[in-house]
């Protein structure tokens, strides 16, 4: 199983980003979806999670401003982010969750299979 994450890079507070993230041999279908972040010398932070049919749950520090989807045809779940802040600096992880769990499923050991990560940097 592989999940890659594309999209971070830098971008001045008010600024927008889209993330996105390729999944492979798994059913993608068939997982709840769901995105992280770690900002340096912090703890990984939930972010958002998409169901499989498309509901979906963010955190409070971001609801209004990030939106995630999927397209199940393109085995790709994306994070639209919009209105970015400094405080949303970290590296940005997508993930899929284990099968069977609840919903939303917003902790670390709730997610089985996770992508390398990519930087966002969001200067003042």
């Known amino acids: 199983v592989q999940l890659q994450a594309s999209g971070g890079g830098l971008v001045q507070a008010g600024g927008s980003l ?21 900002a340096p010398g912090k703890e990984r932070e939930f972010v958002a999670a998409i169901s499989r049919t498309g509901p979906t749950y963010e955190a409070e520090s971001v609801k209004g401003r990030f939106t995630i989807s999927r397209d199940n045809a393109k085995n790709t779940e994306y994070l639209q982010m919009s209105n970015l802040k400094p405080e949303d600096t970290a590296v940005y992880s997508c993930a899929a969750a284990k099968l069977g769990g609840r919903w939303p499923p917003v902790t670390s050991n709730e997610y089985k299979y996770w992508g390398q990560g990519t930087q966002v940097t969001v200067s003042s």
């Open 18 to 38: 889209r993330l996105s993230c390729v999944a492979s041999g798994l059913t993608f279908s068939r997982y709840y979806m769901g995105w992280f972040r770690q």
